[in-house]
């Protein structure tokens, strides 16, 4: 039954004709028989669908008739309506006093985790991972797998099998 209220809500919203809203209509209906549901259900729900609309645009219109409204609503009709509200927008900067004052301490980019890229020293190929740890402990891994002769990272193998130095994180990293 939802889906057959959330399709006639959408008939309705739409901008059809009367004749292509009663095609519409009947194609529902249609398939709703078909589904094994009655039309009386069909009915009823589109009866409440258009009683509700019809409330909610006579208290629009007794909103606007009162009142001198300093706002106007944009609806999607191009692709330039895009550039329309972006001239309302009021301008807000990020320079405030709070930013001012509390400035945000400095984080080093080993204590972070996202994309790292590891270097071999003697042949300049690079290896680039991502993962959620910290960069200093995928540094620590590897180095590790190096240690152990482990195949299980792409960069301890380059560096195993070609017999290549692997130096300090800072100079891999």
Known sequence: MAAYRAIIHRMHKLPLSEAHRKAELDTIM????????????????????IS???????????VCSTENPNWVTFRFHSPLIWKVPIIFKTFRSSNTLNNLLNPRPHVDKYEQSGICELKSNTCRRVYVGQSGTKIHFICKEHHRYIRQNSAKSAYAVHILSNQHECGPMMSTM
Do not use: H
């Open 30 to 49: 249609y398939m709703a028989k078909r589904s094994g549901f009655s039309s009386r259900w069909i009915n009823r729900i589109n009866s409440r669908i």
């Open 52 to 62: 509700r609309n019809t409330e909610k645009q006579e208290e629009r219109s007794d």
